[in-house]
Every structure is written in structure tokens, then in C-alpha cells.
């Protein structure tokens, strides 16, 4: 399969379109895997979810998930990726929390491609690693999407096009590279994936490694974290994380002068990002009531350590990127 998508491909819109691209890919990882092992890095994002099921579907305990805490998920999020694989889909589960190792590494980088590159290589690492202690792996199975292979000439370092290292061992298995966002969601609806799981927002591979604006530091990760927590919460009982494609907070390498308990003090702000798009090629700016925009703000600064603002970024893309970095 080629790493462009044919003129002629059908965008899947229904369960039936779903039911017959997944039945072909099955078919196309079989032969191409025969009865070896392959290695997937579950992040647990949409993408690598439905790539997990697609590859458990076609080859069953062949495939080995690895999931690595890089340190930079959300708040509760390992935890969802052991629930739905191990307890709900049985699959062949390893868990490894590396969170010092990777922001050891990270300490003190504030530019956002080396950043990427930093983790990008590490996952690299940590899957070479793993790897070498299972027998008979001979793939790597990835979640590319389309938009990835469209942007990865120049706009950002993917973790996962390009960037691997030359001398890796592995052949690539990757069923998912021709299809959009929206493709990939209906696809992991007919693989029977967890409606919370399959309608969840984009996460970068990086994850909130390029949300924590700048050097990571981990005082500002833990704000972020649970300033993410608390909007993604409030999004979902206002009933916007069905009309909301992406929303996120970032957090600055800045501080700004605020009051809390009569006293002058430091804090960074959080900054909204609430996006819609269908191909994430192009997005705008999402309308979020006052009153749930005052309520969020409310919640962040009081509960959040070292938060004593709140901003809401109006950018569409282009002109931003639906990132910051």
C-alpha cells in the first residue's frame, strides 16, 4: 500500500464501508504478518486504539501492545488504557511507566521540535528494548492517519513518520495511513472499541509535552494536568465534547502578578484551545458560552496550584496551528 490515497477511495461514512475496509485490512495484515509477532506502541489515543483492535481482530495474542507512560498523558489516562485492553479486551499487555526517564531527558529543552525529537527517539528506544526481550517480534505496527503523512513535510517531526532510526529491525505495519480523522472513528465503532474511547479527542504523541509551553518542568506538567482535567470535565457536562472536535489547555513558560488570600502572587496562565475540523487540515474557533468559560476559570484558578489566570485563544488554522508548538 502506497502512502498515497487513491482518487478512487470511498470516504467511510457507515458501518457498512467500515465493515469492508476492516475485513480487507485483516486480510492484508495476515499476509503480511503470516505467523510472526508485532509490536504496537498503544498510546491509547483514537488512532493507536483502533490499530490495537484492527491488528487483536486480525492476529489475535500475535500482537504485543506496549504501552508506555511517558509522563506527559492526562490525568487518568494510563489507567483507561489498562481497563479497555487488558480488562475488557484481553490483549497482550505490557505497561511501563518511564515518566523520570523521559522528563530527565527533557529537562531544561525548551524548543518544541527537539522536544518532539526527544520523546519521539525515547518511545524509539523504550520499544527496542522491550522488543529485545520478546522472542520472534519482527513489526512495528503504527496509528498513522493520513493528515500525518500530508504533514509531515516540514510542518512538525511526527513521532511517527520519519524519525525512526535506520538500522531499526522492523518491518512497519500500518492499516490505518490512508484514512482521516473521522474515517478512523467509524472504523473503531464497528470494531466494537468503547464509544469513549473512539469519540475521544486527538492527543498528540508527544502529549502534554507540547502543551507544557517551553522547558517542562514538573510543577507546571502537574498544573497542567489537572487544569486539563478540570475542562475536559466541565466540556463534557455541558455536552460540548460532542460538538468540540479538539480542546485542550496549554500553560506558558510566563508568569503574571495575581491576588490570592489578599497577598500578591505569581502564577502562569492556562490557555483554552476549543477547535472544530473535520480532517484537522484546517479548523475554527468554537463558541463557548461565558457563563461555562466563567465556571471553568473559577475552577482553575481556585483548584489548580500556581494557575492564576485563564485565557481563551481565538486563532483559527491557518492561521495557527491547532497546537501551540
Known amino acids: 500500500m502506497s502512502n498515497v490515497r487513491p482518487e478512487t477511495m470511498e470516504r467511510i461514512t457507515t458501518p457498512e464501508l467500515a465493515n469492508a475496509f476492516i475485513e480487507e485490512q485483516v486480510k492484508e495484515v495476515r499476509a503480511q504478518v503470516g505467523d510472526k509477532k508485532v509490536l504496537l506502541a498503544l498510546s491509547g489515543g483514537v488512532d493507536s486504539s483502533v490499530v490495537a483492535a484492527l491488528l487483536i481482530k486480525a492476529i489475535g495474542k500475535q500482537l504485543v501492545c506496549v504501552h508506555v507512560n511517558h509522563g506527559l498523558m492526562r490525568k487518568g489516562e494510563s489507567e483507561q488504557v489498562i481497563e479497555v485492553f487488558k480488562n475488557q479486551l484481553d490483549a497482550n499487555l505490557i505497561y511501563i511507566d518511564a515518566t523520570d526517564r523521559f522528563l530527565d531527558l527533557l529537562a531544561g529543552v525548551a524548543e518544541p521540535e527537539k522536544k518532539r525529537k526527544i520523546i519521539g527517539g525515547e518511545f524509539i528506544k523504550v520499544f527496542d528494548e522491550e522488543a529485545s526481550k520478546l522472542e520472534g517480534i519482527s513489526f512495528l505496527a503504527q496509528g498513522t492517519i493520513y493528515p500525518d503523512i500530508l504533514e509531515s513535510d516540514g510542518v512538525k517531526a511526527h513521532h511517527n513518520v520519519g524519525g525512526l532510526p535506520e538500522d531499526m529491525q522492523f518491518e512497519l505495519v500500518e492499516p490505518v495511513k490512508l484514512l482521516y480523522k473521522d474515517e478512523v472513528r467509524v472504523v473503531g465503532k464497528a470494531l466494537g472499541l468503547p464509544a469513549s474511547m473512539v469519540d475521544r479527542q486527538p492527543f498528540p ?121
Not at 206 to 226: F, H, K
Request: include cysteine.
Open 205 to 325: 504523541g508527544p502529549g502534554l509535552g507540547v502543551r507544557c509551553l517551553g522547558a517542562i518542568t514538573r510543577d507546571r506538567l502537574n498544573a497542567l494536568r489537572e487544569a486539563d482535567a478540570i475542562l475536559r470535565e466541565e466540556f463534557d457536562n455541558a455536552g460540548l465534547n460532542k460538538t468540540v472536535w479538539q480542546y485542550f489547555i496549554a500553560v506558558p513558560d510566563m508568569k503574571s502578578v495575581g491576588v490570592k488570600d489578599s497577598k500578591r502572587y505569581e502564577g502562569w496562565p492556562a490557555i483554552i484551545r476549543a477547535v472544530n475540523t473535520t480532517d484537522a487540515m484546517s479548523a475554527t474557533i468554537e463558541e463557548i458560552p461565558y457563563a461555562l468559560l466563567h465556571k471553568i476559570t473559577a475552577r482553575i484558578t481556585a483548584e489548580v496550584d500556581g494557575i492564576n489566570r485563564v485565557l481563551y485563544d481565538l486563532t483559527p488554522k491557518p492561521i495557527g496551528t491547532i497546537e501551540w508548538e
